[in-house]
């Protein structure tokens, strides 16, 4: 997946806030109000954090953070 700059720079933004905010869950309507980003862009960045594991999205559509080693962990219960 090609991302272009300013989808490379969401991609960063919403790792910053998903590691700072632990237990962060967005549906793609709220993170994409949430980070000012058009449908688009946002739903491209969220898409490579879920290609890349940094994101999962839950039975109910909401996307959070998946555990990672060392760092700030989430639980994440199969729904």
């Known amino acids: ?31 994409c109000r949430l980070w000012g980003a058009g449908h688009e862009t946002c739903t491209a ?6 290609a890349e594991g940094f994101l999962h999205q839950t039975g109910t559509g909401k996307y959070v953070a998946l555990p990672r080693p060392g760092g700030a962990a989430l639980n994440v219960s199969a729904e």
């Open 1 to 31: 997946m090609v991302l272009t700059s300013s989808t490379s720079r969401l991609v960063e933004r919403i790792r910053e806030e998903y590691s700072a905010m632990p237990g962060l869950k967005l549906t793609r309507e709220q993170a």
């Open 45 to 50: 960045a969220l898409d490579a954090l879920l």
